[in-house]
């Protein structure tokens, strides 16, 4: 009884300090938000990449808050802005010490070299760059810059790119796992770690051609950019590492000095009473206010897996994306309505997910089409599987030359693990009514012929319908669809040569398709209508006050940081998360 109460005590504080406490933090937001950082007449943006970075701020409005500089797509708008404002004189940037993903890296050039078109110059400063993911996309980058720092005695190891994968066959030999699934086809291998205990041919193959475009694009656009020769800078790249002294008389940087050297620098270049302001800042103080007037262009944003159903929600404070189908076909629905929308550009980043979902995503880009409403998918890091199957009859697809698309497959399966839990005293006896199917995906035993043979049916009727789909939208005859995909991760620049892509270029490149296509003259503005919701519906979403008594004591206990009630809360959303289908597969859902 004493514990009750002490609990229940504790729950009410915790209460008290959240519905006080709350509304002044919202408050304290909204009043920063109205009440940005002047820019001075001579500004230097100082933009640092050092952090954590997504294709698309998120959709949250209590994670993204004050960090605009962490999505590259708020980057890419705010230095558009800036180039047109005379008090911005160039831009200082801080790169980070491991690899960017390429699609990112692609994106960032492509506005550093606009940015500099229009007279202001761009200072990039390392303080080492050493081997963790694709360190050349980084080092790229950099050379997109007019002047590349290093600090002093910092690494350059930018010898190339390599990648490790793990492979469980014979743990789960061992204990007697046994994994079941179904891949359509060969090169449909994010399952193959659990089969097999080693790269299968097509895996090696396949992993080998994307990771050598990649590698390929670039070192090539690190080139083009100095105006060098691509094999030499190969060659001095791959007889690394270096410190940053010999980098620099290999002529791989430009500068060697600290942080605070360049950055005076930059100022000293942009003149006197230069001062420096922080991206994010600038990004608040210029942002657009108000909904744009006349014709536009429907800007929609989607990042992560495809799941079936609507976001309802979860920790306020955490980020992450996923994309949920009701949502995106209800925001191209309601652009496609929109008489202002004479286009839209649907800005995709997602590796896959649900068949279902993607094909309900998909009918909504067919009604944006029937409704004359170009829509053109511009593609970030990923495009790939159900990614694709969602921009397969768009009316223009624009990707990045390392965007990884295509991985037109699909997979699915379980695991038998009762074998393997009977050898520790544990016994899993199934049971049931109906059809033998009815317990296919049941985890004590492996499944039947008859099971496996209907499942595998199954997945071919789902292989073909993505196949039918890209043959509609891109045009071209089944039997070079599936020539051409069996799973088969292609990079963008792949992509366009085997018509699966018709544009390599990023997102203000896919903004220019669409204008053309909707037969528009000049710069038109763009209207974002990603679906978002405000900070109160996030907060009352997250901590359930519809739900149970429980889930609002646990969530109120969170505020205060008791860890039993983080796992309540915790536990509750991953739960909702595997059943919106997000989670392992041991279940009849395919997931590409």
Same mark, same amino acid.
């Given at each position: ?6 609990t229940?005590?504790g729950?009410f504080?915790?209460l008290l ?15 920063g938000?109205t009440?940005?950082?002047?820019v ?11 952090? %954590?970075?997504?294709?698309?701020a ?8 004050? $960090?605009?500089?962490s ?8 230095l558009r802005r ?6 911005v004189?160039?831009?200082f940037?801080? +790169? ?6 390429p699609?990112?890296?692609? =994106? ?5 070299t606009?940015?500099?078109?229009a007279?202001?110059?761009v200072?990039?400063?390392?303080q080492?760059i050493y %081997? ?15 002047q ?5 005695? #910092? ?10 994968d +793990?492979f469980?066959k014979r ?6 796992v046994? %994994? ?19 790269f /299968? ?5 396949? /992993? +080998? ?12 656009f ?6 060098t ?8 790249i ?6 940053? =002294?010999? &980098? ?9 000095g600290q942080?605070?050297?360049a950055?005076?620098?930059?100022l ?14 600038? /990004?608040?103080a210029?942002?657009?206010r ?8 429907a ?6 897996p495809i799941?079936?159903?609507r976001?309802?929600g979860?920790n306020?404070?955490t980020?992450?994306a996923?994309?949920y189908?009701?949502?995106? #076909? ?5 652009a &496609? ?15 896959g997910?649900?068949?279902? &979902?993607?094909e309900?995503i ?9 409704r004359?409403?170009?829509?053109v ?16 009859e768009?009316? #223009?697809?624009v990707?990045?030359?390392t ?12 695991? #038998? ?17 109906g ?8 985890l ?14 199954w ?16 045009k071209? *005859?089944?039997?070079?669809v $599936?020539?051409?995909?069996?799973? $088969? ?10 018509g ?8 203000y490149?896919?903004?220019?398709v669409?204008?053309?296509?909707a037969?528009l ?15 109160? =519906? ?6 359930g006050v ?14 205060l940081?008791? *860890? ?9 959303a991953?739960?909702?998360? $595997? ?7 041991l ?6």
């Amino acid at each position: 009884m004493k514990q009750f109460l002490i609990t229940a005590a504790g729950v009410f504080v915790g209460l008290l300090i959240f519905m006080v406490g709350a509304p002044l933090v919202l408050i304290s937001m909204i009043a920063g938000a109205t009440a940005p950082t002047p820019v001075p007449s001579k500004a230097v943006l100082e933009l640092d990449l050092r952090g %954590p970075l997504t294709d698309q701020a998120p959709h949250n409005p209590l994670w993204g808050i004050g $960090r605009n500089s962490s999505s590259v797509m708020s980057i890419i708008s705010t230095l558009r802005r800036a180039e047109k404002d005379d008090r911005v004189q160039g831009l200082f940037v801080r +790169l980070p010490e491991g690899g960017l993903e390429p699609g990112m890296a692609d =994106e960032l050039r492509l506005a550093f070299t606009h940015f500099r078109t229009a007279g202001k110059p761009v200072y990039a400063h390392s303080q080492g760059i050493y %081997p963790s993911g694709f360190v050349t996309a980084t080092y790229m980058l950099g050379r997109a810059a007019d002047q590349l720092w290093m600090q002093p005695g #910092a690494s350059l190891q930018v010898t190339g790119v390599a990648n490790e994968d +793990l492979f469980l066959k014979r743990l789960f030999d061992k204990y007697g796992v046994v %994994p079941q699934f179904e891949q359509r086809y060969e090169y449909k291998n994010a399952v193959n770690g659990y089969l097999y205990s080693d790269f /299968t041919p097509a895996h090696r193959a396949s /992993t +080998l051609s994307w990771m050598g475009s990649v590698y390929q694009s670039n070192l090539g656009f690190a080139a083009l950019d100095r105006k060098t020769d691509p094999a030499a800078l190969r060659a001095r790249i791959e007889a690394g590492p270096y410190l940053a =002294e010999d &980098a620099l008389k290999l002529k791989l940087i430009d500068r060697v000095g600290q942080a605070r050297e360049a950055e005076q620098a930059m100022l000293d270049q942009a003149g006197d009473g230069a001062q420096r302001v922080d991206f994010d800042d600038y /990004t608040d103080a210029t942002r657009a206010r108000g909904r744009p007037s006349g014709d536009v262009i429907a800007v929609i944003e989607a990042e992560g897996p495809i799941l079936t159903g609507r976001d309802q929600g979860s920790n306020p404070f955490t980020g992450g994306a996923s994309i949920y189908s009701d949502d995106l #076909a209800e925001a191209i629905l309601k652009a &496609a309505r929109a008489e202002s929308v004479k286009a839209i550009v649907l800005r995709l980043n997602s590796p896959g997910g649900s068949d279902t &979902a993607s094909e309900q995503i998909l009918d909504a880009v067919r009604v944006a089409k029937a409704r004359k409403k170009p829509v053109v998918v511009s593609m970030g890091t990923y495009g790939a599987s159900g990614g694709y199957w969602i921009a397969s009859e768009a009316s #223009a697809i624009v990707a990045q030359p390392t965007t990884l698309t295509g991985s037109i497959g699909v997979y699915g399966g379980k695991f #038998a693990v009762g074998p393997a839990l009977a050898r520790f005293g544990v016994d899993v006896r199934p049971v049931g009514v109906g059809g033998e199917y009815a317990g296919a995906f049941g985890l004590s035993e492996p499944f039947t012929a008859t099971q496996r043979a209907a499942f595998s049916a199954w997945m071919d009727r789902i292989y073909g319908n993505f196949i039918s789909r890209v043959a509609a939208g891109r045009k071209l *005859p089944e039997a070079r669809v $599936r020539e051409i995909a069996k799973g $088969r991760i292609w990079t963008g620049a792949q992509a366009k040569e085997i018509g699966l892509v018709d544009k390599v270029g990023g997102f203000y490149q896919a903004v220019d398709v669409a204008r053309d296509m909707a037969g528009l003259t000049g710069e038109v503005p763009l209207r974002r209508m990603t679906p978002t919701e405000g900070a109160l =519906e996030a907060l009352q979403k997250a901590l359930g006050v519809s739900a149970t008594s429980a889930r609002t004591l646990a969530a109120a206990a969170w505020v205060l940081g008791d *860890p039993r009630a983080q796992e309540i809360i915790d536990r509750t959303a991953e739960a909702r998360l $595997r059943s919106q289908g997000g989670g392992m597969v041991l279940a009849p859902m395919p997931v590409r």
